[in-house]
């Protein structure tokens, strides 16, 4: 069996570093890892001729090599590249005699052959692209390897399994190689090519006015609100609107929702009820009457949609994202893309961290690196803290997020929804709440935009916010005026009355 050592920094000194080897995964059959050390010696001998040459291939890294000695040489040229020193044999071997290495990797000699070999400067990004190739392959084989050792003990679950692997496996094939620094002509280009993409819209003007359009891509939305404010109504009003409209390029954009609170069946009604404008209450008991055949032809229309429902109750973020990616790769046909996500909720899922803070944490980290790197916007549902008798009907602040501040920190734009019929009814019972009820949706946070609030309408028995009617938009208006004039009117205490 053949192994090669790999090696980690277990000490700092101020003038070296100690390494140990650890050793990996024995390789299959005793078969020799794939690489090429011609190409390997290939980069390195065109570097050391001309340090210059470094910049064409700062998508290396030492790990990429397979021979330990050109890793180490490697990591001795980016150290002594970064500290502003010239390039050369001297410098390098230097480097590698203060931390004990030049022994280790065949002395001086070891170092001139190197040089010695024909250099290939004309075609040295070329090498280095086959020296990268090598060390992705290599990096599949041990993840491979280590799945298949996963599989035979505690693994968790099957899922848990599955999307850990493919999580690696799209990590490896995402170590590549436009990071870094990026000249202003391509930033100006790309920023434009952004400005040209049309936002999601939301379904609701007067928000997607606030959010200059709607949602774009990268962003993490989270919708806050407490319990039975409409949270997941709001949600899956945006996820049904946005795989069901018509763009003017005549793309489709599919959604994907993970409910972790909500059974898929009952999402479905929810978004036939909406489209159909038959009571939720009459469906869920069969008696729509006539309506009945609205209700199964919104059923047949939503059968076509572009949408995916997942409703696996406490799924990891992992999982999550690795989903998702196998989504986004099997929506690769013309003029389709799998364009937003939507999670309900933060608190049901499961993350890393010793404590719930820090697992929250790790979501929001998560689902915004996954936003990033597919390219669509994540809207995330949140549950509130359990707020104290006095001011349990308040409305909500950004203070309210449930566990962790960082859903706030790793949120673009916060929406909070707010319903006074229904607050109403929380303090009094006997209120009655009328069929269409005033609503509002309060842009709490907005990294590029305005915060303000919309003023919308929440029909209860569709579970479906809407824009208001004329009538009803001036009818609410002059109740809001009404009450700020009555607040404004209301004498004050006077202690000497």
Known sequence: MVSRPRWVVVAKTPNKDRYKPIVQAIDVAGRIPPHNLDAEAAVLSAIMLDGRELDKVSFLTPEHFYSEANSRIFKAILEISGAARPIDIQTIAAWL???????????????????????????????????????????????????SASAYTDY???????????????????????????????????????????????????????????FYDGEVITIAGPSGCGKTSYAVNIGSHTCSVQRADDSIVGVAIYSMEMPKEQLCQRMAASDSGVDMSAIRKRSAGGHWDDYVSSMAKMSQLPMWIDDTPSLTVSEVCGRTRVLQRKSTRPGFRLGLVIVDYIQLMNG???TREQEISSITRALKSMAKTLRLPVVALSSLKRKGEANMFSRTQLSDLKDSSSIEFDSDVILFPWRPEWVEFKKNPGHRIPDVEPAEITVAKQRNGRLETAHVAFEGKLTKFRMPTPMESEQWASARNGEGAQKRQRPRYNPDD
């Open 352 to 354: 890393t961290g010793d």
């Open 97 to 147: 005699k203060d931390r004990e290495w030049l022994q280790a990797i065949g002395g001086v000699s070891m170092l001139a052959r190197i040089v010695d070999a024909t250099p290939a400067v004309a075609h040295l990004e070329a090498h280095g692209r086959i020296v990268e190739e090598k060390a992705k392959v290599r990096a599949l084989i041990d993840t491979c390897q280590l799945t």
């Open 156 to 214: 968790g679950s099957y899922n848990e399994l599955v999307s850990g692997h493919l999580g690696h496996v799209e990590a490896i094939g995402g170590r590549t190689v436009d990071v870094g620094p990026v000249q202003m002509f391509d930033v100006v280009k790309a920023a434009f090519e952004f400005t040209e993409k049309p936002a999601l819209g939301t379904g609701l003007s007067s928000v997607d006015d606030i959010l200059g359009g709607g």
